[in-house]
């Protein structure tokens, strides 16, 4: 669902960036007020990422994988959850090329804004009747309006042939079958959060997500080399090449596609993960142990 560049027209990409300015400003305006658990929130945006790197190949010749805006939200709170995938969003664009540095506004707006308020409030208004069930219409309601919307940004620009209904349509369609995948991950892993949540009432981290994203990162390469059996298209890239679009980016990143030039791919793809993965739990750690006044 990284839009990149040449798909939307500049106004619309300026448009997106203000609106999620605004959002993420406020967002930021509440934690700077509120007791934030910075490691937690480090550990959910590196356990994002290394889900990200997860491609897994779908038959009919696409791959998809897990976003991850609804879980943000429940487990860290509409603001700190939009925080912590908006890193996400915005490491993987300067490192790794993922997604147009001038789409990024847009990209934040569908993954790291839409995807996770609509995600926490579904969530909380099905809570009380059933955990799971909440969870799991969280994260399918979440991606699927995250990809309506891009298609909308996408449909609404002149480099796009066709109407915002049909990329509306095209982007919801395939985004709503893949989130029921979505929708499974959040619910088991809300579930499991829940199930054990004294552990994550206090400010340090325990091992079991620590290994959960190791063991992420370690398999990465096995998902990579899965997802280029069916060519590692995402439900964007066959839509884009359905219709006519063609991106137009140029920058691809210190570690382009998750790789590292002059490397093995897949070690490549091993190594730059760990290096994603550090980045995130450096900084939580960095923000913990920082003096207060």
Do not use: C
Not at 108 to 118: H, Q
Not at 121 to 130: D, I, M
């Amino acid at each position: 669902m990284h839009i990149p560049d040449g798909y939307l027209d500049m106004s619309i990409a300026v448009l997106m960036w203000v609106l999620t300015a605004a959002v993420l400003g406020y967002s930021l305006e509440r934690l700077s007020q509120e007791k934030v658990n910075t490691a937690m929130l480090g550990v959910v945006a590196a356990a994002i990422f290394a889900a990200q790197m997860l491609n897994w190949p779908i038959p009919g010749g696409t791959s998809a994988h897990f976003v991850g805006g609804a879980l943000a939200g429940i487990l860290l709170g509409p603001y700190a959850g939009s925080v912590a995938m908006a890193s996400v969003l915005v490491v993987q664009a300067l490192i790794y090329g993922d997604g147009g540095l001038i789409a990024l506004g847009a990209n934040l707006w569908n993954m790291a804004v839409v995807n996770v308020f609509v995600g926490w409030y579904a969530y909380k208004a099905l809570e009380r009747v059933n955990r799971f069930a909440a969870a799991f219409v969280a994260g399918w309601l979440g991606i699927t309006l995250a990809a309506m919307f891009a298609g909308l940004e996408i449909g609404l620009s002149t480099a796009f042939k066709y109407n915002a209904v049909v990329a509306v349509s095209a982007m919801g369609f395939w985004h709503g079958i893949l989130g029921l995948i979505e929708g499974l991950i959040t619910a088991g892993v809300v579930s499991y959060v829940y199930s054990h949540r004294p552990e994550l009432e206090v400010s340090e981290v325990s091992k079991k997500p620590l290994v959960a994203i190791a063991l992420m990162i370690l398999l990465s390469p096995v998902f990579a080399y899965l997802a280029e059996l069916v060519h590692y298209a995402e439900p964007l890239e066959n839509v884009a090449e359905e219709m006519g679009l063609h991106d137009t980016q140029t920058y691809t990143g210190i570690f382009p596609d998750y790789t590292i030039p002059g490397l093995n791919d897949y070690l490549g793809t091993l190594i730059s993960g760990a290096i994603g993965v550090a980045i995130f739990l450096s900084v939580a750690m960095m923000r913990r142990h920082a003096p207060t006044n």
